[in-house]
C-alpha cells in the first residue's frame, strides 16, 4: 500500500462499555518511514502504550487500520510469526527469565526461527557483544545491573533481526545515567544498523536523542516534530564558525588554505542551510 514502515489511519481502540467506556486512541494518524528514530511522548493515559501495542498486534483496533511493513495487521495470517519476526519489543521492565543466563535469555525468541542450537548461541552472543555486554554472556540477571539487563532485553528484542523496534519506556525504572546510556545505545542502532525504531519516553532529553518527536494527547497526535538532519546540523555550525564567515565573504576574512573549487562548493551548502530553522513543523 506505501513504501512507509508504519502507515497508520484513524486507529481507534476503545476500551469496556456504557459508563466505563474509555477511548484510548481517537482516530489517529502517523507514518514512519524506514531507518526513522521516533520519541513518542504524552501525559500518562494518552494511548502511548496502547498505540505500541497495536503497532506490535498484542491487541485488535476497533477501528482503522495499521500497516507495517507492508502488511494490514487486521489480514495477517500468522500473528505469531508477524510478533516474532517483524517487531522486537522492550518493556520498562525488563522481565528477562531469572534463571536462564544473559544468553540464553536472547536464544529464547529464535526457538522456532532461527534453525540450530549453534546459529542460535552465535547470533545471541553476537547481540550481547552489540549492546556492550560481549563480557557478561553467562552471567544471570540477577547479576546484572537495571542498565545492563535493559541491554539485555534490547538483545533480546533484536533476536529475529525485526523491521522495527517498539520500546515502551525503557527507561523508566532506570538511574538517570544508565537510562541515558541505552537511549545512546538505541541511537548506535539506529545510525550504524540503520533500525527503525519507536519509543516512549518521558524524559525530554532523552527524546532529543532521536530525529522526531511525536506528541499525543487524548489518543491523538497533537504535533509532530522533525529534528534537522545531524549533516545540516554540522553545517549550520560550520556556516557560523569563522570560516564558514569568511567563505561567505561576510566580514573580510580570507580563508587562503582553500582553494577556489573548495571555496564554491562551500559556498554552495552553506548557504543551502544559512537561514533554515532548525525544526521543520510537518502534519
Ligand atoms: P499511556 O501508555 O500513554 O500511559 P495507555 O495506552 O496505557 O496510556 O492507556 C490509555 C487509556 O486506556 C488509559 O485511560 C487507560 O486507563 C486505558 N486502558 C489501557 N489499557 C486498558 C485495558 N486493557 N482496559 C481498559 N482500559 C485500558
Ligand atoms: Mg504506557
Known sequence: MTDALIHIQNLTKIYGKGEAVVRALDGLDLTVASSEFVAVMGPSGCGKSTLLNMIGALDQPTEGEVWVNGENLARLKDVDDFRAKTVGFVFQLHNLLPTLSAQENVEVPMYGHVSGRRARHERAAHLLDLVGL??????????????????????????????????????????????????????????????????????????????????????????????????????????????GQAVLGKNGLEADYLSPEEKTILKKLLARVEDRSTFTMIG
Open 134 to 243: 560481549g563480557d557478561r554472556l553467562d552471567a544471570l540477571p540477577g547479576q546484572l545491573s537495571g542498565g545492563q539487563r535493559q541491554r539485555v532485553a534490547v538483545a533480546r528484542a533484536l533476536a529475529n533481526d525485526p523491521a522495527l523496534l517498539l520500546a515502551d519506556e525503557p527507561t523508566g525504572s532506570l538511574d538517570s545515567q544508565s537510562g541515558e546510556e541505552i537511549m545512546d545505545l538505541l541511537a548506535e542502532l539506529n545510525q550504524s544498523q540503520g533500525a527503525t525504531i519507536l519509543v516512549v519516553t518521558h524524559d525530554r532529553r532523552v527524546a532529543q536523542a532521536t530525529q522526531r518527536i511525536v506528541r499525543m494527547k487524548d489518543g491523538r497526535v497533537v504535533s509532530d516534530h522533525r529534528l534537522a538532519d545531524p549533516l545540516e546540523e554540522d553545517l549550520r555550525m560550520l556556516a557560523r564558525s569563522r570560516l
